[in-house]
């Protein structure tokens, strides 16, 4: 025991708690010059979204003060200091406002307002951004209580992430759309809420001695308040990455789901969007040439449960009026340097590829085996007899002056196209 407790132990190489609070309670005040390098970081993230540069994003998490309030309102809950922690929020609150504001002015000012993939990476927040708070959380206040403080802070600052989602909310406010700016504030909160517990946690296990007054009855409020303070942060966070890993494990069902049953059997998906939100839940897909039938999608749905995707629709997109409109918009959302126009010409030449049947080769090795035929049409038709499953099938048109096995014809047909159900018909 004396071996585990010396080799993970904390106490070694300690800070006395006395330098620590100091050390905590100097970098939480937004005023003078924190407040301009926290204005000046907010603009080299926003800069860094805009342009899609990793380095720059880094960079800006390096200089930015961010942390500091959110720290020390961790260690006010674990020392009940009650009056570090209303200094620990408002400095806080004042730091995200300005952190707000300074981006959607820059994102409103800017020309630039294409979703680039590091601003959109921010505003869906999964259970591995409450790992990295978490965990993140707990090196830097491990690393704050150490004479020797180390390389991990800036590694802290880097890995937790403050400034890029509060960034891609100003982004949201500039462009008024109003999804970035929860998502992002989501991410935000998550990243507050977990760095906060976390450092908690390591000043409670540290056993740093509580704020005390010679007014006991005092003390005792402040107690109280402190728990309720943190009954109404932590729980809310375990119901949180609950809730998030959750979505993670449904995802990744919905993935198998979609691999098993469609890619694995050689179908092209062309449009996939999953709308877990919604009650029931909805997997919508549409694919390139395959079209299923009522009875095919009632068993697809049936399958659901198979891949634990319970409460949830499946709905496959075929032939409809909004489907072109669907494909459009999904190939946008993920788009950002091609132009609608292009857009539109390659939604439409795959819509036109998806009819072509055949090729030069097959009428070249038509006219070979069978010499007699004259002229043939490659083809597919649809069968809208059921709107809510239409059927599509291979069709053949020939002319010939001389009658052909037609049995033969069709057999080879058959196995060249791959196709049971083709078509052949006769043009006399």
């Known amino acids: 025991m004396n071996f585990f407790t010396k080799l993970f132990g904390l106490h070694q190489g300690e800070e006395k708690p006395e330098k620590v609070r100091e050390s905590i309670i100097s970098n939480i005040s937004f005023r003078g010059a924190n407040l301009w390098i926290l204005a000046c970081a907010i603009l080299v993230a926003s800069v860094g979204l805009n342009v899609n540069s990793t380095a720059v994003i880094i960079g800006a998490m390096l200089i930015s003060p961010l942390m500091g309030p959110i720290v020390g309102s961790g260690f006010a809950l674990a020392t009940y200091d009650f009056d570090l922690l209303k200094r620990s929020i408002k400095n806080l609150f004042i730091a995200t406002l300005v952190g707000f504001i300074v981006s959607a002015t820059y994102f ?62 100003g982004f949201g406010l500039a462009t008024l759309n109003f999804k970035y700016i929860a998502g992002a504030l989501y991410l935000y ?44 942060m932590i729980i809310p966070s375990f119901y949180l990455a609950y809730t998030l890993l959750q979505e993670k494990k449904y995802s990744q069902s919905t993935e198998n789901f979609i691999n098993n049953e469609f890619y694995n059997k050689g179908y092209t998906i062309i449009y996939k969007n999953i709308d877990y939100n ?38 496959i997109k075929q032939n409809t009026s ?27 030449s795959n819509e036109i590829n998806s009819y072509k049947v055949g090729n030069n080769e097959i009428n070249k090795e038509v006219k070979i085996l069978f010499p007699e035929i004259n002229e043939i049409y490659f083809g597919k038709i649809h069968n809208y007899k059921k709107p809510d499953s239409i059927t599509t099938r291979t ?20 196995t060249r ?8 018909i006769n043009e006399k």
């Open 417 to 424: 196209f791959n196709d049971k159900k083709i078509m052949v």
């Open 322 to 348: 909004d489907l072109r409109k669907d494909i459009l918009a999904e190939i946008k959302k993920n788009t950002n340097n091609i132009s609608e126009k292009d857009l539109q010409i390659n939604n439409l």
């Open 189 to 232: 909160s998550i990243n507050c809420f977990f760095i906060g517990i976390s450092t908690f946690l390591i000043i409670k296990y540290l056993k740093y001695e509580p704020i005390k007054t010679e007014n006991k009855n005092f003390d005792k409020k402040v107690k109280t308040t402190i728990y309720l303070l943190m009954a109404l």
């Open 278 to 315: 919604s009650n029931p839940k909805k997997i919508q897909l549409a694919l390139l040439s395959k079209k299923f039938d009522s009875t095919e999608i009632i068993i697809l749905n049936q399958k659901l449960l198979n891949y634990n995707l319970t409460n949830t629709k499946l709905e």
């Open 395 to 414: 069709a053949i048109i020939y002319k010939s002056e001389k009658n052909i096995d037609e049995s033969k014809f069709k057999s080879w047909l058959i």
């Open 108 to 169: 409103y000012l800017s020309p630039f307002k294409e979703a680039q993939s590091e601003l959109l990476a921010r505003t869906s927040p999964t259970i591995y951004d409450v790992l990295i708070a978490f965990f993140g959380g707990i090196v830097g206040a491990i690393s704050i209580t150490r004479i020797d403080k180390g390389n991990p802070i800036p590694g802290v600052a880097i890995a937790t992430a403050l400034m890029p989602p509060l960034c891609t909310a």
